[in-house]
C-alpha cells in the first residue's frame, strides 16, 4: 500500500508544477524586457583609490592579502606567502585591486600549471600584469 502511493504522484503536483514554470517564465520575460530598456552608459561607475600601505598596518593592505591566501586553493601554498610579499605587491601593484587580483590569480594559474602550488616572489616576479 505505501509503495503504491510513494509510485503515484499527486495530482496537485503537476499542478504546481505548471505554475512554477509559468511564474519563472513570466519572471524571464519581464527581466529581458528591463534589460531591454538600460543604458549601460547610465549605470553608475565606482572608483576606487589604492589601497594605501603604511609602516606597521597590520591591518589595511596585509589583512586584504590574508583574505587572498584563504580563498585560494593551492595544496602547497606557505604559509602567509602573500603577506611576505607585502611591500613588494603594493610596489608591483600601486595598491590597485584589480591589479593585485590579476596578478595572483595569474600567479595561482601558473603555480597549478607547473605544478608546484604555491606562490612565490621568483613566480611573481615572472608575471606581467597590466597598469
Known amino acids: 500500500m505505501i509503495q503504491h502511493l510513494v509510485q503515484e504522484p499527486l495530482p496537485q503536483a503537476e499542478g504546481l508544477r505548471h505554475d512554477q514554470w509559468r511564474a519563472i517564465e513570466d519572471a524571464r ?4 524586457r528591463l534589460a531591454a530598456h538600460i543604458d ?9 583609490d589604492p589601497i594605501p600601505l603604511y ?10 592579502l590574508c583574505g587572498f591566501e584563504e580563498a585560494l586553493c593551492l595544496h602547497r601554498l606557505s604559509p602567509h606567502a602573500l ?3 607585502a611591500k613588494y605587491l603594493h610596489h ?3 595598491g ?5 587580483s590579476q596578478l ?3 600567479a595561482a594559474i601558473t603555480a597549478i600549471e607547473e605544478g608546484i602550488e604555491d606562490i612565490t ?3 611573481l616576479e615572472d608575471i606581467d600584469i597590466g597598469g
Open 29 to 32: 520575460r519581464r527581466t529581458s
Open 40 to 48: 549601460p552608459s547610465r549605470l553608475p561607475v565606482t572608483w576606487l
Open 55 to 64: 609602516d606597521g598596518d597590520h591591518e589595511t593592505w596585509p589583512s586584504l
Open 83 to 85: 603577506v611576505r610579499e
Open 92 to 94: 608591483r601593484t600601486g
Open 96 to 100: 590597485y585591486l584589480k591589479l593585485l
Open 104 to 106: 595572483i590569480c595569474q
Open 121 to 123: 616572489k621568483d613566480l
